[in-house]
């Protein structure tokens, strides 16, 4: 069986061999991560088994030699191509191995190229010979180093990049004149083709047992061979004595056994350390034992080994886990421990040992916490979650928070002086108590250090803009008693007044009188009693206004100042008993007067916590939302307006969702509002009033949740949050999708979207530019569905086999393989397109008057996302481009342009007399690059199915304006295989 590799996806071809009645076969049959398919032709190899097949991944094609045809051993070269399921047969020039089966062969690269070329050794008749073979000239050339091994047949070969060596293990050989089963291991090395073929036998240290017709291949980071199974005794067909061991053999350390993989478990932190090629894995609580693990396992793509750190991170499950690019180190924060309590330590591993940070006690972190996903954010450089409604950050040395404020239920003034809102105190929908200041402007949000006063929620705030201060008065604590002290803060330093001032109250109303310069107060709750008195600020004391008539006592009214009629208006409110006003009163100073009665025709409904403020383009007062009823239910989401005379309701294009106490503010010449109860996803919102509509200026920030799935989109630069479960509930679950973006939360209203649920794992698919997502839970079922975010919309996927629902995975990306890996308790599953696309870059450009040193090549690299996707552009970057005209030239072949042999020196047509520069597709499509172009985006690849699979070829040519000769020059070529999403 020969093996290559399409874009990180592995395809296996499976030829011939001898059926359990003994009858040899044909058939040639493949395997591409969907399923095994019978792709033989006519013109293939004869029936025949014991022949080698070995894998050239770079023109992805596969070799075979030899074997035995029932009648005599051949020794004939077949070559076949995955992408077209042909066969060739190659007619070698010179003499070659004799016939033979039991060979090995194995594959070296020798740097890329046409450099590349097959070792075979030994054979049927205890060969001890080495071969070389030319794939690309379909030459043989036997080779004589000083030392062999002894000759062998059904031992097995691979090739590991680290040291660019071929291993060789066990086979059967001869001892004296019987056959033995061998446990040697040899190393052959060959600097290039022209090398000195040397084999050196590597002895010493634990090795596995002598076997014959056992697997050998390269680990998924090439930095290992694996080796699988064999039989370890004579006769051959004895099958009792099937092995079923598995080992690896590194260069630098030499072989070691490996493991079974890990047992299952929920729970886990799982990331991909990029630097090493590997998933490491910590953690999680098996199942169904329930046994909390400090265990280390490391994932190399085909693999699990268990790694035995002598210090690790104590025993934990639900921790966060990511790679930290800048410093190769993966970082792990948090979790639950064996006895359920949330962690807080930071720890970090290398590959080799787990090494717990610590930090100065004046230094922040995040609170304890679980179940969050971390990321790597690749703009800033540093790895980050969600903990809290805040957005943590560790660069390796401090932790740091991105804090935007929870809105919902703050209570906020506008400064006009300073073009700043105010956000001070308040307690959100899910009874958290805000502490602490904070501004919005044009930076978004700043939290302003320093010491406050004291916690509180209910309490009237106001910007005093004849003084250029921000009034505070009264409110609650946290026990419930109403507060009755009054602080002013300039924009920079807290004053407390300490005179005397309006008895104790919460909810009351709230305007400014600019015209009289006075912060004017009404109403509010005693907490227990209603209250139905006016008060007014100057800066400097407060004073009671006795009126003769005034609104009845009542709690949750809203008041704005009307300067184009010198008049303060109120409306509605909760006067007790479960009933709520929408009656219309207004204030000039000295006398209370009702404009308009409680149940009164062609008014807004009767309402509390409502928001009124100065539409300064309309002209009016504008009223928008408030509950229903004195109990806070229901969220309004009407806008009205009151020109003096009369209230009208408008019908904006666009409008906030139902909310009730929040803020309505006077910004200028447009209407701001700010926080309150809205839905999930509008509590934190700041809309904006034009006039005529309503606009939203900033999404806030996500409710604080537990459970929500993140990744780190690098193609957009987003972080990408969906889902998650109330903080401290077990019920609650949104599915909302949210962007994080630089230090701003921007909400995404996708058509479709996967339904809520906390628990669901994200992850960037890189070789494709999609975040995918799996699992979840509601509490009622764990589901396990697989959905895609292109950026724009959520895309439902349906795989043809699917892990078990699931809300305690991990999930990370294989770089190399470029698939999604899960594990858990449904144990390890990977997740990739079944026709991945590919882009493979080969042989090398010219120098060009850009090139940095000056004999650096000019050259395309694919961006890591890159691939021939049916319907999408394919995106290559410049290394060393010229200045100067440019043109990127599509072919169908990279052998023949028409009769001309490719590649092509330029040096011939006298387009560049530099030997280095070649044609090396055939330009059966030319386009034009930009000038000064740093980058190439394709045409759109054609979108249909038939032609999945197939091949196109790429290169750039320039004019180099910068040599006074204008030559041309050429980049590398790149071979991209068409493939679907």
């Known amino acids: 069986m020969g093996a290559a590799t399409v874009s990180g996806q592995p395809t296996y071809v499976l030829f011939g061999g001898q059926g359990p009645s003994g009858v040899l076969s044909a058939k040639t049959w493949k395997y591409n991560g969907s399923g095994w398919g019978d792709v033989s032709g006519l013109g293939g190899p004869s029936a025949r088994r014991g022949h080698a097949m070995v894998a050239n991944p770079v023109t992805q094609t596969m070799f075979l030699f030899g074997g035995y045809d029932g009648v005599q051993d051949k020794d004939d070269v077949w070559e076949f191509a995955p992408q077209t399921d042909t066969w060739v047969q190659r007619n070698p020039g010179g003499a070659g191995p004799s016939t033979r089966q039991g060979c090995c062969m194995a594959f070296h690269p020798h740097g890329g190229g046409t450099n590349g070329r097959v070792y075979l050794f030994g054979g049927s008749a205890f060969d001890d010979e080495t071969w070389e073979y030319n794939p690309y000239t379909s030459v043989w050339t036997p080779l004589f180093p000083a030392v062999s091994p002894p000759g062998r047949y059904l031992a097995s070969m691979a090739y590991v990049s680290v040291g660019s060596r071929v291993v060789l293990f066990g086979g059967i050989g001869l001892s004296g004149s019987s056959a033995v089963v061998l446990a040697d291991t040899w190393v052959f090395t060959r600097s290039g083709p022209s090398g000195v073929p040397t084999w050196t036998q590597v002895t010493g240290g634990a090795s596995p047992a002598a076997r014959y017709s056992h697997g050998l291949t390269v680990s998924a980071s090439g930095a290992d061979v694996v080796l699988l199974g064999g039989t370890d005794a004579l006769p051959v067909g ?56 400090n265990e280390t396992w490391e994932l190399d793509g085909l693999n699990w080994s268990q790694r035995s750190p002598s210090s690790p991170p104590p025993a934990r499950s639900d921790a966060a886990m990511a790679f930290d690019e800048m410093r190769s180190k993966v970082v792990l924060y948090g979790g639950r421990s064996a006895s359920g309590q949330d962690l807080a330590d930071t720890w970090e591993w290398d590959g080799m040992s787990w090494t717990p940070r610590t930090f100065p006690p004046s230094s922040s972190a995040p609170p304890a916490a679980s179940g969050m996903q971390m990321i790597f954010d690749s703009r800033r450089g540093c790895v980050s979650m969600v903990v809290g409604g805040d957005m943590w950050s560790f660069d390796g040395g401090v932790w740091t928070a991105d ?206 916590a409502l928001a009124m403020a100065w539409d300064p383009i309309g002209q009016r007062v504008l009223l928008f939302g408030g509950a229903d009823a004195a109990a806070s239910s229901g969220r309004n989401d009407e806008t009205w307006a009151w020109n003096g005379l009369a209230w009208s309701q408008l019908a904006p294009t666009t409008s906030p969702p139902g909310h009730h106490s929040h803020a309505l503010h006077r910004r200028g010449q447009d209407v701001v509002m700010i ?117 724009v919309a959520w895309s439902q996927r349906s795989p043809a086999s699917i892990p078990p629902g699931s809300s305690a995975h991990g999930i990370s990306f294989d770089l190399v393989r470029k698939v999604v890996v899960a594990c858990g308790s449904f144990s390890t599953w990977d997740y990739g397109p079944v026709h991945p696309a590919t882009v493979t870059t080969y042989g090398a450009g010219c120098p060009t008057t850009s090139s940095v040193p000056s004999t650096a090549p000019f050259a395309l690299r694919p961006l890591p996302w890159t691939g021939a996707w049916l319907g999408e552009t394919v995106e290559m970057e410049f290394e060393n481009a010229p200045v100067g005209l440019g043109l990127f030239l599509w072919g169908f072949s990279d052998t023949a342009w028409t009769t001309i042999p490719l590649p092509v020196p330029l040096y011939l047509a006298g387009l560049n007399s530099a030997p280095s520069c070649y044609l090396r597709v055939s330009p059966d499509i030319v386009d034009t690059i930009p000038l000064f172009a740093t980058r190439y985006v394709s045409p759109t690849m054609p979108n249909s199915t038939t032609l999945l699979g197939g091949k196109l070829f790429g290169q750039a040519a320039y004019i180099d304006m910068g040599d006074p000769t204008w030559p041309v020059v050429s980049s590398n070529a790149a071979d991209f295989q068409l493939g679907s999403k």
């Open 403 to 608: 804090q935007i404020p929870p809105l919902g239920g703050g209570i906020s003034a506008f400064d006009m002086q300073r073009g700043k809102l105010v956000l001070f105190g308040g307690q959100n929908g899910i009874g958290q108590y805000r502490i602490g200041l904070w501004e919005w402007g044009a930076q978004g949000w700043q939290s302003i250090a320093g010491s406050h006063p004291a916690w509180r929620n209910g309490h009237a705030m106001a910007f005093d803009g004849a003084r250029a201060r921000t009034v505070v008065f009264g409110g609650h604590d946290a026990n419930y008693q109403a507060l009755a002290d009054t602080w002013v803060w300039s924009g920079s330093v807290w004053s407390q007044h300490l005179g005397s001032g309006p008895p104790p109250r919460a909810a009351a109303a709230v305007a400014e009188d600019g015209a009289r310069q006075r912060v004017v107060v009404f109403g509010g709750d005693s907490m227990p009693g209603l209250l139905g008195d006016t008060w007014e600020w100057n800066g400097t004391d407060w004073n009671q206004v006795n009126t003769a008539s005034s609104p009845s006592p009542r709690r949750g009214a809203a008041m704005a100042y009307d300067p184009a009629r010198s008049r303060i208006v109120l409306f509605g409110g909760d006067t007790g008993g479960g009933l709520s006003e929408n009656d219309t009163w207004e204030f000039d100073g000295s006398q209370w007067l009702q404009r308009v009665a409680s149940g009164a025709v062609g008014s807004p409904s009767r309402r509390v």
């Open 675 to 791: 926080g309150g109860f809205g839905t999930n996803s509008s509590a934190n919102q700041i809309w904006s009033w034009n006039g005529t509509d309503w606009s939203l200026d900033d999404a806030g920030a996500p409710m604080p949740c537990k459970h929500a799935g993140l990744a780190f989109d690098t193609r957009s630069g987003r972080a990408i949050q969906f889902g998650g479960q109330v903080s401290g509930s077990s019920s609650g679950y949104f599915g909302e999708t949210w962007e994080w973006d630089e230090g701003r939360w921007d909400i995404r209203v996708p058509p479709f979207s996967p339904s809520p649920r906390a628990g669901a794992k994200l992850v960037f698919d890189a070789a494709r530019s999609r975040v995918v997502l799996f699992g979840g839970s509601d509490g009622v079922s764990t589901f396990d569905d697989t959905w895609e975010w292109n950026g």
């Open 238 to 293: 004895a099958a009792s004595t099937v092995l079923e061991e598995t080992w690896k053999y590194s260069v630098l350390g030499g072989w070691t056994k490996a493991v079974p993989a890990p047992s299952p478990r929920d729970g886990v932190a799982m990331a991909y350390d990029k630097a090493r090629e590997r998933h490491v894995m910590f953690g999680g609580t098996t199942t169904p034992a329930g046994v909390v693990l």
